[in-house]
């Protein structure tokens, strides 16, 4: 599944993120392939925030249909 | 300031430039992610001196200072080092440059903070660490092994709060210790073959992560992205084995500000926080300031006592026409007097004693005429003297000083990345990021200052949207507060017909942009910082430097502008146009042949026209008619010259000449139906 059809609480593992640039930031700000972060909001409309650690990020809604999930 | 290449001289060399009177200084650059205390860091090590500029070729200002026998600089906050935008390349090319870096990291994001500095390090940066916050880790009660983490990365790691300014006596140690950390092994031979073409191995390795600029200065072509991937990721997991050896949580205590950052967060509790910060915001900004200290340096430090003493001082020695109107107490013009000096005041003194005593009692106004047409171009109604003066440091510094306080104050709060997550997916629908609505929100404070904000957004696509909405949408506090008058006399259908008509505008505008500018708009990705209630000194700081600086970028463009107006004045050209568009005032928008001249006047500042309305006998749906038409109207001369700067010429008089239409357009419009 996708990132924007996680639900607040839900903690996830990130599979696939979109390649190039947007890539390397996820990475640079502590998000890569393979690692396990918690949805700590959903807002209405789809705009999701993972929080990894103290660490929490904002990630827009059609960001988020590209990264690839799979439930813990 | 003039940046000067990376200097790799031999040892005599280096002795024979020490002779020079110019000796090279060692240069100790600051770097790290946004929001971990580089700016307290800096003010610490700069005490007074700073220099403020613009990076050459850029918008971004870069503080630079001495401390002992070293420059320092400050970079903008990145995350990594490469040429992903201004900031990125700005700070690349400092860090590049630098004999020593210190690199400051939040000790409560470790995570993300030392992916820069595992970057640094392998580009064989000497480098030593300020591992700041660490009075917030007691708070927390997260532990970090120092001694570890140190050992690890190869590098000195000093713990300091800004805060208490904790460990900020022990920098000089830190820059006199740093060196080049333990290195990733795997990066040697790709490395290796770089260097061999005697390319540097901090641009080496920038080159190896694909970043362009750098392969570009060097002839080398990069294919794909690939083997940036590779070290980032390599790198990631680096950083996540560091911060699990050396970090311990006891407890996860200590989260109110959090608490209220994830309020921020949900509309259901954002709105209303939202809808407190503004109003807190207009009681500062638009009640404030704008009313109170606008209203005294503009009308008595300004207009009393600068542009009288000045035009006084002129009038003394030219042929010149003065008129003084007598005030009631409401402010309104009861009689007026007019003096005339044929060969200046000085040859008079009978006259100019009686015009003194006149002009110097209070409840009156004066006006100077001058016959010379370059002292009317200098010291006249438009004066380049006189007029740009009193806008530039009687009315606009104090907006500027007020606006940038405001933005200081709540980019440290760490609010704005959560207002723009919560506004995302609305302004998703426009083809805009949630960032947008930083910008939109200072447009109804000041337009012009807002322009220059709309440089946070991340592609020119959205620049272009959010400048628009700008200069055709958006009014600006001092026009905000003369409708508000004129609505308020004129009843509650004028209010719904002029709310509905600008929100129609607003909406049919963004979605027309958004369909003909193309391209896509960046997605949001956005780290949002701890909230936290600011350090007043650093606010203070921030604001003095950044108002500085828009002070020095806009005040040329404000001479340009009024040299413009002045000599539409001198020529009889300003004169010309009002009359060229009476009829269309007249026929077309129905309103007094005299609002013309509010039109015109609103160019110079759009208070002024939307003042001039005043004056007129109008009725309730001519008012309405005028108001939209005003909010609609060109942006006044300073903003519509900031836009000229920020978007370029050609972008910027279609916006000019779109606002034109559309007033005239959209206003007559509704003139035909309601009036």
Do not use: H
């Given at each position: 599944m996708t990132l924007d059809k996680a639900k607040k609480g839900n903690r996830v593992t990130i599979v696939n993120l979109p390649p190039g640039k947007l890539k390397a930031q996820f990475i640079r700000l502590g998000i890569s392939e393979g690692d396990s972060v918690?949805?700590?909001?959903?807002?209405?409309?789809?705009?999701?925030?993972?929080?990894?650690?103290?660490?929490?990020?904002?990630i827009g809604y059609d960001l988020a249909k590209k990264i690839k999930i799979i439930l813990e | 300031m003039k940046y000067d290449k990376p200097e790799y001289i031999s040892s005599q060399e280096q002795l024979t430039y020490n002779h020079s009177t110019k000796t090279h200084r060692k240069k100790v650059v600051l770097v790290g992610n946004p929001n971990v205390g580089k700016s307290c860091v800096f003010n610490y090590m700069s005490g007074m001196y700073v220099d403020v500029s613009n990076y050459p070729g850029t918008t971004i200002s870069i503080n630079k200072s001495n401390y002992k026998d070293k420059e320092i600089y400050d970079t903008p906050g990145i995350y990594g080092v490469s040429s992903f935008n201004d900031e990125e390349k700005v700070a690349k090319e400092i860090i590049l440059s630098a004999d020593i870096i210190l690199n400051v990291v939040n000790a409560l994001h470790l995570e993300r903070d030392l992916f820069l500095t595992l970057q640094l390090i392998d580009m064989g940066k000497k480098v030593s660490v300020l591992l700041n916050f660490s009075d917030e880790l007691k708070k927390r009660k997260i532990k970090i092994n120092t001694n570890l983490l140190s050992k690890l990365l190869g590098v000195e790691v000093i713990e300091t709060a800004a805060v208490s300014k904790y460990g900020f006596d022990k920098i000089d140690y830190a820059i006199e210790k740093a060196r080049t950390g333990n290195q990733?092994?795997?990066?040697?031979?790709?490395?290796?073959?770089?260097?061999?073409k005697s390319i540097p191995q901090d641009e080496a390795l920038l080159i190896l992560e694909g970043d362009e600029d750098t392969a570009q200065k060097y002839n080398i072509k990069i294919d794909t992205h690939e083997s940036r991937e590779k070290i980032y990721i390599s790198r990631r997991n680096r950083v996540n084995d560091i911060v699990d050896q050396v970090e311990y949580e006891d407890s996860k205590k200590g989260e109110i500000f959090s608490h209220l950052g994830r309020l921020s967060l949900n509309p259901k509790t954002g709105i209303p926080i939202l809808a407190v910060m503004l109003f807190l915001v207009y009681l500062f900004i638009g009640d404030f300031i704008s009313q109170r200290v606008v209203n005294f340096t503009e009308n008595t430090l300004g207009k009393r006592y600068f542009e009288y003493n000045l035009k006084s001082f002129?009038?003394?020695?030219?042929?010149?026409?003065?008129?003084?109107?007598?005030?009631?107490?409401?402010?309104?013009?009861?009689?007026?007097k007019s003096f005339y000096f044929p060969e200046g005041m000085h040859k008079n003194y009978v006259l100019r004693n009686e015009f003194k005593n006149l002009s110097n009692s209070t409840n009156t106004e004066t006006n100077f005429h001058f016959y010379n047409p370059v002292l009317r171009l200098l010291f006249g109604e438009f004066g380049i003297i006189t007029m740009t003066t009193t806008y530039l440091l009687f009315l606009l510094l104090p907006l500027v000083i007020g606006f940038y306080f405001v933005m200081a104050f709540l980019e440290d709060s760490g609010y704005l990345p959560?207002?723009?997550?919560?506004?995302d997916r609305t302004f998703n629908k426009i083809g805009l990021n949630g960032k947008a609505v930083i910008p939109i929100i200072l447009g109804f404070g000041c337009i012009t200052m807002a322009n220059i904000t709309t440089r946070l957004l991340?592609?020119?696509?959205?620049?272009?949207?959010?400048?628009?909405?700008?200069?055709?949408?958006?009014?600006?506090s001092a026009q905000l507060a003369v409708i508000t008058v004129l609505l308020s006399g004129a009843g509650i259908t004028p209010l719904l017909i002029y709310v509905s008509v600008i929100g129609?505008?607003?909406?049919?505008?963004?979605?027309?942009?958004?369909?003909?500018?193309?391209?896509?708009?960046?997605?949001?990705?956005?780290?949002?910082?701890m909230m936290r209630f600011p350090r007043l000194s650093n606010v203070f700081k921030k604001t003095f430097y950044r108002s500085y600086g828009f002070m020095k970028e806009a005040g040329f463009w404000f001479f340009v502008g009024a040299l413009g107006i002045g000599l539409m004045e001198i020529t009889g050209l300003l004169?010309?146009?009002?009359?060229?568009?009476?009829?269309?005032?007249?026929?077309?928008?129905?309103?007094?042949?005299?609002?013309?001249?509010a039109f015109v006047m609103g160019m110079v500042r759009r208070d002024f026209g939307a003042a001039g309305l005043f004056d007129l006998n109008l009725n309730a749906m001519q008012i309405t008619v005028a108001i939209i038409t005003i909010t609609l109207f060109v942006p006044c001369i300073a903003s519509f010259v900031v836009m000229l700067k920020e978007r370029?010429?050609?972008?910027?008089?279609?916006?000019?000449?779109?606002?034109?239409?559309s007033a005239f357009l959209i206003g007559g419009i509704i003139a035909q139906i309601i009036v």
């Open positions: 918690l949805c700590s909001e959903r807002l209405p409309g789809g705009t999701i925030v993972v929080k990894k650690n103290r660490q929490e990020i904002a | 990733q092994l795997e990066l040697y031979p790709l490395l290796q073959q770089l260097i061999e002129i009038a003394d020695y030219s042929n010149c026409k003065i008129t003084v109107d007598i005030l009631n107490n409401n402010g309104e013009k009861i009689n007026t959560r207002l723009a997550t919560m506004l991340g592609s020119e696509r959205e620049k272009s949207i959010v400048t628009a909405i700008l200069q055709f949408v958006i009014p600006c129609t505008v607003l909406i049919l505008l963004s979605t027309i942009l958004n369909k003909l500018i193309p391209g896509e708009s960046s997605p949001l990705l956005i780290d949002l910082p004169t010309v146009w009002q009359n060229l568009l009476a009829p269309l005032t007249v026929y077309w928008l129905k309103l007094p042949k005299e609002a013309a001249n370029g010429w050609k972008e910027g008089l279609s916006i000019w000449i779109g606002t034109w239409i």
